[in-house]
């Protein structure tokens, strides 16, 4: 019987976390919808006991749930954009789907479940850096539906004792992030396109900022949540980043070096429900469960680039 379950597992965050448990040799299920992950990010994870199933049926939420201890629920419709074109759907996937999750999980005498928050809670708090005393101030549904799992999430430790972890990512990025649509995270983006030789598109001037934190260090936060003591980490929410921003035009110019890219950029009007800059306070990760960041931006990218280039999203 799994010992942990992954949701999103076919998603760029879930297979990496999942990835890192069966290297320590872990008993792993995932479950995934496909409505974003991918059959290809499956690969390499055979080890795992995989279930085809969406969490917003309870059913099959409870078959995920059933035998586990830990749960790392990395299922989401992610996407600010996505959110503006489509807000039920992402309500359903976000919202409804971690409610379900929580229920099953308490069902099923799970210990501990930590979930994928996200820094577009923030919003357009002009207070830099981000940190986690901060009044919410989400802007987009996507936003406002990551928001609402973690008050799930803490209601359940208070309520029913169920110990939770929120890590609030921001701007995730790394090796098996899916560069081919629209809702994309941009280093995917960029990155894809300036090894085709193809003009990447700026939406606003590029100077909006992000805390871009390579998928490594993500991981890392998510298993020292798993291990510390409940009495440091339960009921808590924290940044999991680097503590670093970098502008979107300073990574065009850390792409053009890594990928040899010599055409120009286009500048189109900024993005609906987009947030300035976002940068991380990660004190309050490191004073509860000694987290550093693992991985600086520079040698993550590089890493991503050279992962695309070995094409490794067709795998
Ligand atoms: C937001 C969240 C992030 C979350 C993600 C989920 C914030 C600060 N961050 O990311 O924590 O994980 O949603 O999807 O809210 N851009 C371009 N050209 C492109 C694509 C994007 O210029 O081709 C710009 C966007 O307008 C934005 C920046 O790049 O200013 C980053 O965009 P994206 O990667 O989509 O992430 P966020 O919306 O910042």
Known sequence: MAKYLVTGAAGFIGRSIAAALLARGESVRGIDNFITGKRSNLAGLEAMEFLEGDLANPADCARACEGIEVVFHEAALASVPRSVADPVATNLNCVDATLNVLVAARAAGVLRVIYAGSSSVYGDAPTLPKHEEMLPRPISPYAVAKL?????????????????VVLRYFNVFG???DPTSHYSGVLAI???????GEQPTIYGDGEQSRDFTYIDNVVHANLLAASAPAQKVSGQMMNAATGKRVTLNETVEILRDLTGYK?????EQSRAGDVRDSLADIRLAEELMGYKAQVDFREGLRRTVEWYRAGGEAA
């Open 148 to 164: 609402a799992g973690e008050h799930y999430m803490q209601a359940f430790t208070r309520v029913y004792g169920l110990e939770t």
């Open 175 to 177: 090796p098996y992030q």
């Open 190 to 196: 960029f990155s894809r396109r300036m090894l085709a």
């Open 263 to 267: 055409g120009s950029v286009a500048y």
